[in-house]
């Protein structure tokens, strides 16, 4: 369908893209995957033809309808959530209107036998087909079923655009893309604003989809299940592999170690070749084999060995001036804009050095308390205010409204860096990969990911005391968001965090702040040991409906609360001696062979139960192994490896509990 062909793209001198090509057929299902910065978005602006290529062409057949979500938008406003939506169906609008104006001049004209009368009459039929094959429900009834797919309530869809966020103004712009029911979709971070129902949701409507998918996402979840073929861009070369995400880890991985091999093989021969040639070149007897192996090093083909890119963040920031105990405080606020409130009866303490984290589903007013703690708001009733001597670094979500577009990288920082920090500059910027030419490029050409860099080295210019950070992983790889934890935990200062990364929270903070219906809840521990006391698996559970919490689970989370730190609970698993005691019980109507079945079946599920339990202990105390290596540093390869085996050692973790729930409730049912 859509033809890359011997493609490059330069930036004064610097080949972004280089001599690529690949081709995109109908139904592909591809992840557009590489480092931030790497051309994953600026391929699919090629493709759109935004971009034009230094050399090579993009060939993209007439008719081909393309549906582009770019990573950064402008979101309209002025109208509802309904209307803005239905603007996606103003072809079929128009066509409506020309149907009528054809049916005005009908009815006026009297030259029925007439050329232009009769090409009236064919244009309105051609119009009516088309309706009737674009129109199969009404316009209304699709737009309403994609919107509450995506996560809007019937009661929101009458509300002004304007009173959403970004996240949620993303998800309109979705909407009217899917509604378009283009040839091909170009997605570009899909997910970032996307709660856990909306993703299943959207993950549903990609594999129903009929055309082709090209996504760039750093969900490794949403690659697996949307994606069958991954397309890598390094260095400006792309690799393209016909697999998922995880299997592209794989075979890549193991590609790299057999080019390796394969050249290190190769070094040894042509070592020793030419060691042969050396020591015999002017020795008559040896010159016919001298000659042969000159020429067999002649027809030798060179193997390569792809280059990685191994560049990663090195970020510290600046030990934080002490400032007063509290560093943040609501008390009985109510907080919303005007007369709409948001949160109610809001009370919190934040201290000096805590790292607290704000979770919950879109659009419950985490980004909301955020611009109150950053003076951007102001609370409708109550009291909420900074404490003595703090000064605060604030990271917001939406970098493409903070940033000046038409400024450079370096011209960023330079206009606000003051004093002796000027002079250490472009060493700022390196750290946060800005090398060379880089620091000259406008903030308009730059990928989310690297807006997002820019931006936290904004933070770096003065020592703050407080750092708020909104999203921040929103569009950093892997590598980077790990790199980003690691500096955040070395930091000595308070942070306050907006997320709904798991993995980047997990021994980062040590309270959570839990904002559901207009309500924020506190509870202290990690974010583990908030999950453990939700019974959840992870983040974006918390964002589905009506979750059902059982009666065991209730006792089991009490019992959690006067046991103390879920943490040292091994997930939560029950008495071990409690099971004994139940198991123990007899059934009085039972016979004594059924009484013996029974006791036998008993002991057999109690045994995949502690089997299941020790699994859960040894693959914990090796994921906890794992950390420590990765806080410890190394090599990017080494890193990379690191993460590799933390994500297989944690959906092994997964795995066990999973067996271990299935057991233990199998249990439950057999000594009740």
Known sequence: MISINNLTLSF???????????????????????????????LLKLILGINTPTHGSVMVPPGVNIGYLPQIMEHAKGKTVLDETLTAFDSIFKMHERLEEIGR????????????????????????????IMEDEPVESKAVKVLKGLGFKENELGRQTSTFSQGWNMRIELAKILLKAPDVLLLDEPTNHLDIESIEWFEGYLKDFKGAVVVISHDRKFLDNVTTRTVEIMLGKIYDYKVPYTKYKE???????????????????????????????????????VQSRIKQLEKLDIIEVDLEDKAALNIKFPPAPRSGNVVFECKDATIGYGTKVILNDVNMTIERGEK??????????????????????????????????????????????????????????????VGDIRTKLRDILGAFLFKGEDIDKKV????????????MAKLMLRPHNLLALDEPTNHMDLLSKD??????????????????????LDGLVS????????????????????????RLENLHEIERKDIKVTAKEQRDTVSTAVGGNAANNTAMLPDKSSNNKAAKREHPILTAQQQRELDKEIRTVRNKVKKAE??????????????DELAGGGTPQKMEELYTLYEEVGKKLEEAMEIWTIEQERLDKLVS
């Not at 090796?622 to 950390?627: D, P, S």
């Open 12 to 42: 004064g001198g610097f080949d972004l893209l280089k001599d690529i090509n690949f081709h995109i057929s109908d139904n592909d299902r591809i992840g557009l995957v590489g480092k931030n910065g790497a051309g994953k978005s600026t």
């Open 105 to 132: 001049e009908l009815g006026e004209r009297t030259d029925y036998e007439s050329r232009s009368y009769h090409n009236l009459m064919v244009e309105m039929n051609e119009i009516n087909d088309r309706i009737t």
């Open 251 to 289: 075979l890549r991985k193991e590609r790299m170690e057999q080019q390796r091999a394969a050249y290190e093989n190769q070094q040894r021969l042509i070592e020793k070749t030419e060691d042969f040639i050396e020591r015999f070149r002017y020795k008559a007897t040896k010159s016919n084999q």
């Open 356 to 417: 607290v984290a704000f979770v919950g589903r879109n659009g419950e007013g985490k980004s909301t308390l955020m611009k109150i703690i950053t003076g951007e708001l102001f609370p409708i009733d109550g009291i909420a205010k900074l404490g003595y001597n703090v000064d605060m670094g604030y990271f917001a979500q939406n970098q493409e409204d903070v940033l000046d577009k038409q400024d450079t990288v370096f011209g960023t920082l330079d206009k606000i860096a």
């Open 444 to 455: 308009a050409v730059l990928s989310g990911g690297e807006r997002a860099r820019l931006a």
């Open 483 to 504: 790199l980003l934890k690691q500096a955040l935990q070395a930091y000595d200062g308070t942070i306050i965090i907006v997320s709904h990364d798991r993995d980047f």
């Open 511 to 534: 309270k959570v702040y839990e904002f559901k219906d207009g309500r924020v809840k506190e509870h202290l521990g990690g974010i583990n040991d908030f999950l453990a006391r939700k």
């Open 614 to 627: 020790e699994e859960i202990e040894a693959l914990e105390g090796k994921k906890k192994a794992i950390e």
